[in-house]
Every structure is written in structure tokens, then in C-alpha cells.
């Protein structure tokens, strides 16, 4: 009896886990045309990121910018831009999210451009 339970728990743990997973991945259609996009581009130097991030309870993806002095962009499952937390000519971004550093929590690199 005590394997049959410690077995239906073991199941029912993977199965949780496995569709949380799959969940949690789904990336939003617009956040793939945009990666979509930039592979259609020449690489970029540095080469192209995009993060997954936790910012004030909403999950966020943060687009590495083609050149030194552009924004860094930070935008919703939607592509609205939130803001840009660096980047620019001063490095500091538009300072429209001056907390991203501190607070945002990174969940994951989405992708990176591998070319």
C-alpha cells in the first residue's frame, strides 16, 4: 500500500511539473516576431539577448539593443515598452525604471544569437 501511494505521488509530482513547465515557456507571439526580425538582420555587434525577467510581478523581456549608445528595452507579454533600464549615451537608460537592476528578477535567457 505504501508503494502504491509513494508511486501516485511521485507521478502526480512529474505530471504537475511537467505542465507547469510547459506553461511557464510558452513565449508570447510578439516577443518571437521581434526575435524573428533580428534574425532577419546582419548579426549585431554585440550579438542580440533577450531575457526573461520578473519586474513588479509581471513577467518582462529585456531586448539587447544593436550598438553601444541605444536603449536596452524592456517590454510586456504585449511588446508595450515598459522602458529602457540601460543604454544610451549615459548608460543609465530613460530612467523610467531606475529600480529594473534591483529589483528585477531574471527567470531566464530566452535566446541569444548564435550566428
Not at 539587447?64 to 515598459?82: A, K, T
Request: net charge positive; charged share 25%.
Amino acid at each position: 500500500m505504501k508503494s502504491i501511494l509513494l508511486t501516485s505521488l511521485i507521478a502526480l509530482a512529474a505530471a504537475g511539473k511537467h505542465c507547469n513547465k510547459d506553461r511557464v515557456t510558452a513565449l508570447p507571439s510578439c516577443i518571437q516576431q521581434k526575435i524573428e526580425t533580428i534574425k532577419k538582420e546582419p548579426k549585431w555587434n554585440p550579438p542580440a539577448e533577450v531575457y526573461e525577467y520578473n519586474y513588479k510581478g509581471k513577467r518582462v523581456f529585456y531586448f539587447s539593443s544593436n550598438c553601444c549608445d541605444q536603449y536596452n528595452i524592456v517590454v510586456d507579454e504585449q511588446c508595450n515598452q515598459i522602458c529602457a533600464p540601460s543604454g544610451g549615451l549615459t548608460g543609465k537608460g530613460d530612467l523610467k525604471c531606475q529600480d529594473f537592476k534591483d529589483s528585477a528578477r531574471l527567470v531566464k535567457l530566452v535566446w541569444k544569437d548564435e550566428r
